[in-house]
């Protein structure tokens, strides 16, 4: 790997623009150049604290030539232009999820992304969590022979802000895509889609025609079948589990607590704390391997991040869990 560190332009200073910062901050071969907000106020806060030039316009960090590469965390709007004119200055990119909620503009950019010279690589973060990646390893190691049922589920602390739901796209665009994405890092080739939604709690996500709750049921080509659990809120904190089920055995994932100390005493055992609250806390590991290897990438010209088509994959398999939830039939698909 080369010495010299690569450059690198933030754009969007929101939520998932602050942990990206954090995890350009604490990485020793790389630079904060820029960061990039129409909101300058939040690129500046971001710029004080870590370094590099605030600007309201990320046209100004494409053609300042102090770029190596840039992280995407601006709204999904805005994935598709900033991807491409990323590729069009030859700046590697990252480029959050979802990569827009309209199937069609991603269509369009395909054959660029995939043409381009520079990495182009999606933030699906959780393929580098410890515990899921040990999993996919042992499975792909054949610890439990042929794999053939995988769970995952995925639930809230809380829901998010009813002004961000409104815009991201619905339950699965926003919070399942992760799950369908992993559900891929194990089995690539979905061929079937069975989703039910639900409004269980929350009048605010109802009256947005979204879901509080869903499960989704993929199968794959070989017949494997997938359970995505869903769910806006967990009133114990951050849930997230895996389990890998298959001919010789299961590998099972179980959510990561604060600390390892429980309490026994004459009315419980095994008392825990509540699970983390936040998703920066559960997947801090995750979001700082996902830079690593998007900057090893970068310097040995391997693949190492999911890609473009990943992105287009988990896009196509949530449009087809909302067709699935409205009509209450299974969809088939088709992700070549």
């Known amino acids: 790997m080369s010495d010299k ?38 690129a500046k806060k971001i710029t ?30 805005l994935h598709v232009d900033l ?6 200055a030859g700046v590697h990119v990252l480029c959050e999820k979802p990569i827009d909620l309209d199937i069609a503009r991603v269509e369009e950019l395909r054959a660029k992304a995939n043409g381009a010279k520079t990495v182009v690589a999606l933030g699906f973060n959780r393929r580098f969590d410890q515990q899921f990646n040990e999993i996919h390893a042992r499975v792909t190691a054949g610890e439990i022979g042929t794999l053939e049922q995988l769970t995952i589920i995925s639930r809230d602390p809380s829901p998010a802000p ?20 992993m559900a891929r890092f194990f089995i690539p080739n979905i061929v079937e889609v069975y989703a039910s939604g639900a409004n269980v709690f929350s009048d605010d996500i109802k009256s947005l025609g979204d879901y ?35 001919s010789k055995g299961a590998l099972l994932a179980t959510n990561v607590s604060p600390t390892t100390v429980k309490l026994y005493n004459d009315v419980t055992v095994e008392g825990r704390n509540p699970y983390m609250q936040f998703f920066l806390e559960r997947y801090a590991f995750s979001y700082a391997r996902e830079l690593e290897l998007f900057v090893e990438g970068i310097q040995t010209g391997k693949v190492l991040n999911p890609t473009f088509d990943d992105g287009r994959a988990a896009l196509i398999l949530a449009d087809a869990a909302t067709e699935s939830a409205k009509t209450g039939k299974a969809v088939k698909i088709n992700l070549s």
Not at 83 to 88: C, E, K, L, P, T
Not at 165 to 180: E, K, M, N
């Open 5 to 42: 560190k690569v450059r690198i332009g933030l754009l969007g200073a929101g939520r998932i623009g602050q942990v990206h910062a954090i995890s350009i901050a604490a990485n020793p071969n790389v630079e904060l150049t820029y960061v990039a907000d129409v909101f300058i106020d939040g």
């Open 212 to 246: 509080d709750s869903a499960v989704v049921t993929l199968r794959g080509s070989k017949d494997e079948l997938v359970t995505i659990i869903n769910s806006r809120h967990a009133s114990y904190g951050y849930d997230q589990r895996l389990e890998a089920f298959g």
């Open 83 to 88: 991807i491409s004119a990323a590729i069009d």
């Open 48 to 77: 004080d604290k870590f370094g590099g030039k605030a600007v309201a316009d990320p046209a100004e960090v494409f053609a300042s030539g102090e770029v190596d590469a840039v992280v995407v965390a601006a709204p999904t709007p």
């Open 162 to 181: 009813k002004d961000y739901l409104a815009v991201s796209g619905g339950i699965f665009r926003d919070q399942t895509i992760h799950d369908f994405d």
